[in-house]
């Protein structure tokens, strides 16, 4: 029910009081399809109270058909547990984010004969043909709760520093697991093993974020950075063509272009979110990276990943 400080009028999203096996039995009973938000997000994720989907699902685990990963995981960290061999993988933005730019940061391609819930649904079963062919996303280093860190100064620890220090931070405030370390104590393989049928990551880094870099604003939402994304998006059709299909020399203004040919080439360094802080990124030329910092590779065109 909702009520005057329903979670559902304060941030999007309903709460209910129930068991994965309660929720997943009632979905079932009325023909809906199973799985995971969020999976491996420490506050609410499936993984972050769970060691298996056995351990949330009960007898109905055989019945999950897909997992939605989150910000802070890809295909390479969830490719690590057996369990998921099968499960089909979504990645999916806030919905429930008011933010235009926050929308399609993270979004799926999928191969269907017509626009409907059925053909969703067979694309999510892998049935009749219908398939998701492409997963495109953040670099898990974006995300919120990448790596373990304070909840209150964001000092990030490892996660043998972590237990010693039973999960409290120099400073006092709670030291919340990052979904690293919790793929790590999940994982039955030391690297990634996708099944044939996973289709490709591609990363992105939200366009909103990169024009900030590039011209120095305070954040994304600030409204120098809207007014260029807007441009931008307005120019090209999308922020993901704009991103990494876009001919260059056709972006303005001249210094985001240069930020995102920095992207395309690689050369964009990524900061690991953690505690509750989101990553973040640097566009400067370093000669190696500083600790918990790593290179995105050179990222692909879209198109290369036509079917």
Known sequence: MRGRHSPLD???????HMGGDEVAQI?????????PSHAFTPWTGMYGHHASLRGCYGDLAGKINFAELGLSADTDYADRIEELENVTFLTNSDAHSPYPIRMAREFNRLELEDVTYDDLKKA???????????????????????ESACIRCFEHYDLKQAMAL??????????????????????TFATPKHPPHRPPYLHIIPLGEIIAKAVHAANPNSRQVKEIWAKIVGKFGSEVRALVDAPVEEIE???????????????????????GQYGGISLEDVPAAPPRQKSLKGQTALLDFER
């Open 166 to 187: 039973k999960w409290r931070c120099r400073c006092g405030g709670i030291i919340k697991k990052g979904v690293k370390d919790r793929v790590e104590e999940l994982a």
């Open 10 to 16: 304060s941030d999007g999203r309903p709460k209910v």
């Open 124 to 146: 999510i079963l892998r049935e009749g043909g219908r398939r998701f062919t492409l997963n495109v996303g953040f670099p898990p280093q974006e995300g919120k709760y990448n």
């Open 253 to 275: 203004p001249s210094e985001v272009a240069d930020a995102i040919k920095k992207f395309r080439e690689g050369k964009v360094r990524l900061i690991p979110g953690g505690g």
């Open 27 to 35: 979905a079932l009973d009325n023909g809906a399809l199973v799985g």
